[in-house]
């Protein structure tokens, strides 16, 4: 929708809809475009070259437009981390969401779905690597894990000391996402995913089940 | 030794050593002084933010002594690689240098005896967040791995795949490392030694002599 231009008369009032004033931007569109902006930014250059001057350049917003939606850099590297984690909050519902045989499997299975895709696992490594070399970018993204994933992950985990069993299983395939889309050391880096599910399924299978 | 001042007359010459003229630094511990600057440079900064100069400075020489002994800024980030990796390149031995079924539990008990220690595990980290941010340490790294890691761990593993299965069980530590000591999410942070490794020995175990 184009802001009104000064030669024309204001557009005509919509019901329901507060009056738009000449250049302010349409508000949900403006904040989803702030925040698709931080996302690529910080998928791009990292937490520490990240700025939100740079995030709202790349927004064509205001600063403080960037600053009025989601506060300071931290506030808008969590928000941005909550969308480029989006995928892979669906992990315990694919964990739980079948056999207790099969957990295991699925847990492996879903974690390659997002990884082998470089449209997903790109932000996911970029936010790793943030998180690897700035402190305040870790705790950003401890907090996240622990309210969004860990949470739900453990809540039907019927064993002993569930956070700590999921915790060894997201270890184990965080460590396999290092070798082969980081360090891209050979074997791990082109094994089929079937090979790497085959003998991860049941180690992760026994961390998520077995007392 | 202290170089012969200009007011002194020459030092004497000592049967078997060349000569030293003033200014000259004795060459091995000039060496060793560059890689002991450069590992601790490299574990400060980083491999972006560490430079030659940088290492000549610490290390109280002329750039071009770096240069003369250790070549480009990779050769020299090798060195310190090598040299922060010495205690871990000792892991075969401890893996193989047993009975068979203990091979899991020894593995875990050597990593955690390097980690658990600061001062094995800063270097360490600071070398596997330069492979995370820079190609060019990454594949470092991998070719150090590969060369006096792998190889030798892997001579001694009679299973189907045994890089395959070695990269397993090393991903699976490195991925307790990240949430362990760099993330430092709860519990795995605080887990003492022995739960983790009484749940990863067998996994291991599994990886490196189970076909």
Do not use: C
């Not at 895709?117 to 490594?125: F, I, K, Q, S, Y």
């Not at 860990?150 to 700590?164: A, D, G, K």
């Not at 299983?169 to 396999?176: L, N, Q, R």
């Amino acid at each position: 929708m184009t802001p009104a231009l000064p030669s024309q008369s204001p557009a005509p009032r919509r019901r329901g809809r507060p009056p738009r004033t000449e250049g302010a931007p349409d508000a949900p569109a403006a904040r989803d475009r702030i925040l698709t902006a931080a996302r690529n930014e910080f998928a791009e250059r990292g937490y520490d070259k990240t700025s939100i001057r740079g995030i709202a350049k790349a927004a064509g917003v205001d600063p403080a437009l960037v600053h009025h939606y989601f506060g300071t850099k931290d506030q808008i590297f969590g928000a941005a981390v909550e969308l480029i984690f989006a995928p892979t909050l669906a992990a315990p519902d694919a964990v739980h969401g079948g056999s207790r045989e099969g957990a295991g499997e699925r847990m492996a299975r879903f974690m390659f779905g997002v990884w082998e895709n470089p449209v997903t696992r790109l932000p996911l490594l970029a936010v790793m690597r943030s998180a690897l070399t700035n402190e305040a970018a870790a705790a950003v993204l401890r907090g996240m894990i622990e309210r969004r994933l860990l949470l739900r992950m453990v809540v039907e985990l019927h064993v002993s000391n569930p956070e700590f069993r999921a915790q060894l299983a997201a270890s184990h395939m965080i460590g396999i996402a290092m070798l082969r889309y980081v360090i891209r050391m050979e074997p791990m880096a082109s094994a089929p995913v079937e090979d790497i599910v085959a003998m991860v399924g049941p180690t992760l299978q026994r961390y998520l089940t077995e007392d």
